[in-house]
């Protein structure tokens, strides 16, 4: 008779562990420090957010404050339509012609909401973020029930979560039809569209059009620099060195 000996094994710390990293704190907010060649130091959770899964609030780039309604007739930075931009416009066919490209800090929203040593990414800085981390889709980050990208530093480990917060606007969608026809189509009843599937984070420099502002687009399949509408509600991962 053969006596079979089974013994249970315990592993602790074997498995890989995919929380966000705590660096340091500035004004109260918490960074991870991700070893990037620049120095830039980002934030662990969005602004307004009270952790790394919270969508935190939402804002029209150049604005400081989140508000109901994301529309260009909403935008207080137009008069009221597209087209019609009242600062930060080099093109004079999308209103009154400026040299500025880049945000300044009273219109800055992480600076206003979280201090003066806070600020909005570059577009160098969420290109540089990109390229020095490995990058993961997360369906339910730490059990959390939330989706979004988990960033790990090439250089020294850190991670760094972005949740797929989608985005907020209330415009209306003009759909051709045969022979001309158009139907307008509202958009969603809460103005939060894509939760869970896609993320924005805005940068502060606009991209060659005057309309249209560089940010991270993150989602199952991609994470990339890219540009959106300046009136969308988009929620803003603050830099801090």
């Given at each position: 008779m053969y006596r079979v000996l089974v013994i249970f094994i315990t592993l602790i710390g074997t498995f890989p562990c995919f929380a966000q990293s705590v660096s340091g704190e500035t004004?109260?907010?918490?960074?991870?420090?991700?070893?990037?060649?620049?120095?830039?130091?980002?934030?662990?959770?969005?602004v307004g957010a009270t952790g790394p899964t919270g969508n935190g609030d939402y804002?029209?780039?150049?604005?400081?404050?989140?508000?109901?309604?994301?529309?260009?007739a909403s935008y207080t930075l137009s008069n009221g339509e597209e087209g019609h931009l009242i600062k930060y416009c080099f093109?004079?066919?999308?209103?009154?012609?400026?040299?500025?490209?880049?945000?300044?800090?009273?219109?800055?929203?992480?600076?206003?909401?979280?201090?003066?040593?806070?600020?909005?990414?570059?577009?160098?800085e969420l290109r540089e973020l990109i390229d020095n981390c490995n990058w993961e889709w997360m369906s339910d980050y730490n059990g959390s029930g939330k989706s979004g990208q988990l960033g790990t530093s090439?250089?020294?480990?850190?991670?760094?979560?972005?949740?797929?917060?989608?985005?907020?606007?209330?415009?209306?969608?003009?759909?051709a039809q045969m022979n001309d026809f158009q139907i307008t189509v509202p958009g969603p009843p809460n103005g939060i569209e894509f939760e869970g599937e896609f993320g924005g984070y805005w940068s502060s420099?606009?991209?060659?059009?005057?309309?249209?502002?560089?940010?991270?687009?993150?989602?199952?399949?991609?994470?990339?620099?890219?540009?959106?509408?300046?009136?969308?509600?988009?929620?803003?991962?603050?830099?801090?060195?």
């Open positions: 004004d109260g907010h918490q960074y991870v420090d991700l070893g990037l060649p620049s120095g830039t130091l980002w934030a662990t959770c969005n804002f029209a780039w150049g604005e400081v404050t989140p508000k109901q309604v994301y529309s260009w093109d004079k066919n999308s209103g009154d012609v400026g040299q500025k490209r880049v945000l300044e800090t009273t219109d800055d929203a992480a600076s206003h909401q979280w201090g003066a040593k806070w600020r909005m990414p570059n577009r160098e090439k250089i020294n480990g850190n991670k760094i979560f972005f949740p797929a917060s989608g985005m907020r606007h209330t415009a209306k969608y003009k759909f420099e606009l991209t060659e059009r005057s309309m249209v502002a560089y940010l991270m687009n993150i989602g199952n399949v991609f994470l990339e620099c890219d540009g959106a509408k300046r009136c969308i509600g988009y929620p803003i991962r603050a830099v801090v060195k």
